[in-house]
């Protein structure tokens, strides 16, 4: 039978979400999880594939806005809620929501696509590129001691109601996304999503707890956390579950992570999702004894080479030109020269003969600046053709900062 690829209805949704659930194991999500993901849910955006009366693949996008090195938050299509039914593998329906998701966010002008994944190997062959990555730790507060930054025991620390202080979390939130690229400008709605805390995702931990750090009277940062209390015969060994820390300067960080790792009864502190130059690792006195771990998070794709390249600024000055190959989308196929520096860029299309081969994979993982050139280059994945070239593009493509994803969509 005939497979139709069509936008996404109102009225289809619980279908549309059902195949989703079923695709990631069958659990269905809590009641509010649910709610807030059809809210957040935009119609016109999601695409649904279907098998006669049965919907057989979903897949989404976000209206979103990304930090980029510079500090430029540039429109983003956040590529989310893709599945295919175990029923109707190997029939092109992923390539072609694939292709369809890009034809329409080029068509609305968007030059980038971002998405996570639940499998890595599936989105290298669509053009997307490994952006940023995060840290996993479990800090060992049995053995580690921290050594706080100047300025410290100068922030004050109250408890607080998650819901009744959102407002003041999400006004600090917003004050740190120009500072760091990778991150999301929260949109109307977003605000919720870290206030998500079902009984059945808690794994035996408290309800979502915060925290706001405050110094003469003005909140500078806040943790969201959990505490799973725990007990051996030598006595307490609870887990403190740390979703969401922000300061606004060392002091701040500081001081939420000294509260956090001296929370009573508690002997581990768990995090997931932190930059991999996050300042905890230069506090702790044994890194490792924090059993650093470092995964995929934010996945880059250029819809627009041009638009995209010119969109950041660049460490150092850089005039090169790529060969770009991109065969699912071949209007970025060719030569691009890219001239920039700290102040802006210009990429246009060149007939010059290429500095660097590449292709748009490798173009989205530099983009942030959290991979290297050298980096790829030393897997193969890019050609020097002109001596000098590739130090000089991986020094420019650069960040101080590296990207950082601080929760998923």
């Given at each position: 039978?005939t497979?139709?690829?069509?936008?996404?209805d109102?009225?289809?949704?619980?279908r549309w979400?059902?195949?989703?659930?079923?695709?990631?194991?069958g659990?269905?999500?809590?009641p509010?999880?649910?709610?807030?993901?059809?809210?957040?849910?935009?119609?016109?955006?999601?695409?649904?594939v279907w098998?006669?009366?049965v919907?057989?693949?979903?897949?989404?996008?976000?209206?979103?806005?990304?930090t980029?090195?510079?500090g430029?938050?540039?429109p983003?299509g956040?590529v989310?809620?893709?599945?295919?039914?175990?029923?109707?593998?190997?029939?092109?329906?992923?390539?072609?929501?694939?292709?369809?998701?890009?034809?329409?966010?080029?068509a609305?002008?968007?030059?980038?696509?971002?998405?996570?994944a639940?499998?890595?190997a599936?989105y290298?062959?669509f053009?997307?590129?490994?952006?940023?990555?995060?840290?996993?730790?479990?800090?060992?507060?049995?053995r580690v001691r921290l050594?706080?930054?100047?300025?410290?025991?100068?922030?004050?620390?109250?408890r607080?109601?998650?819901?009744e202080?959102?407002?003041?979390?999400?006004?600090?939130y917003?004050?740190?996304?120009?500072?760091?690229?990778?991150?999301?400008?929260?949109?109307?709605?977003w605000?919720?999503?870290p206030?998500i805390?079902p009984?059945a995702d808690?794994?035996?931990a408290?309800p979502?707890?915060?925290v706001?750090?405050?110094?003469d009277?003005e909140v500078?940062?806040?943790a969201?956390?959990a505490?799973?209390?725990?007990?051996?015969?030598?006595?307490?060994?609870?887990?403190?579950?740390?979703?969401q820390?922000?300061?606004?300067?060392p002091a701040a960080?500081?001081?939420?992570?000294?509260?956090?790792?001296?929370v009573?009864?508690?002997?581990?502190?768990?995090?997931?999702s932190?930059p991999v130059?996050?300042?905890?690792?230069?506090?702790v006195?044994?890194?490792?004894r924090?059993?650093?771990?470092?995964?995929?998070?934010l996945h880059?794709r250029?819809?627009?080479?041009?638009?995209?390249?010119?969109?950041?600024t660049?460490q150092?000055?850089?005039?090169?030109v790529?060969?770009?190959?991109?065969?699912?989308?071949?209007w970025?196929?060719g030569?691009?020269?890219?001239?920039?520096d700290?102040?802006?860029a210009?990429?246009?299309r060149?007939?010059d003969?290429?500095?660097?081969?590449?292709?748009v994979?490798e173009?989205g993982?530099?983009?942030?600046?959290?991979?290297?050139?050298?980096s790829?280059a030393?897997?193969?994945?890019?050609?020097?053709?002109?001596?000098?070239a590739?130090t000089?593009?991986?020094?420019?493509?650069?960040?101080p900062?590296?990207?950082?994803?601080?929760?998923g969509f």
């Amino acid at each position: 039978m005939t497979t139709e690829l069509r936008v996404l209805d109102p009225s289809e949704w619980d279908r549309w979400y059902g195949v989703l659930e079923l695709a990631f194991g069958g659990v269905a999500e809590a009641p509010e999880e649910q709610r807030l993901w059809r809210d957040l849910t935009e119609f016109d955006r999601s695409l649904g594939v279907w098998d006669g009366d049965v919907c057989v693949g979903t897949a989404g996008a976000f209206d979103f806005r990304l930090t980029v090195p510079g500090g430029a938050s540039v429109p983003a299509g956040g590529v989310t809620m893709v599945s295919v039914a175990g029923t109707h593998r190997r029939r092109g329906i992923l390539t072609a929501m694939m292709r369809r998701q890009l034809d329409d966010l080029r068509a609305a002008g968007e030059f980038l696509a971002v998405l996570t994944a639940s499998e890595p190997a599936i989105y290298g062959r669509f053009g997307y590129g490994v952006a940023a990555y995060a840290v996993h730790a479990v800090i060992d507060t049995n053995r580690v001691r921290l050594a706080v930054p100047e300025g410290t025991n100068r922030v004050a620390l109250r408890r607080a109601d998650p819901t009744e202080s959102s407002a003041v979390c999400e006004a600090v939130y917003a004050r740190l996304v120009p500072g760091r690229p990778g991150m999301l400008a929260r949109r109307p709605g977003w605000e919720r999503l870290p206030l998500i805390d079902p009984p059945a995702d808690r794994e035996g931990a408290s309800p979502r707890q915060c925290v706001l750090a405050e110094r003469d009277g003005e909140v500078v940062g806040f943790a969201h956390y959990a505490i799973k209390p725990d007990w051996s015969y030598a006595g307490a060994e609870g887990t403190v579950h740390v979703h969401q820390l922000m300061g606004l300067d060392p002091a701040a960080e500081g001081a939420l992570w000294r509260f956090l790792c001296s929370v009573d009864l508690a002997s581990t502190v768990r995090f997931r999702s932190r930059p991999v130059d996050d300042a905890w690792q230069h506090l702790v006195s044994d890194v490792r004894r924090c059993e650093p771990t470092v995964r995929d998070a934010l996945h880059v794709r250029l819809v627009e080479v041009g638009p995209a390249l010119e969109a950041r600024t660049y460490q150092a000055p850089v005039d090169v030109v790529f060969e770009v190959e991109d065969a699912f989308c071949p209007w970025n196929e060719g030569r691009w020269r890219l001239t920039g520096d700290a102040k802006g860029a210009v990429c246009v299309r060149t007939s010059d003969a290429a500095d660097l081969a590449l292709s748009v994979r490798e173009l989205g993982a530099a983009y942030l600046g959290g991979t290297s050139l050298v980096s790829l280059a030393s897997a193969g994945r890019v050609r020097e053709l002109r001596d000098g070239a590739l130090t000089e593009a991986s020094v420019a493509f650069g960040s101080p900062v590296a990207p950082w994803l601080p929760h998923g969509f």
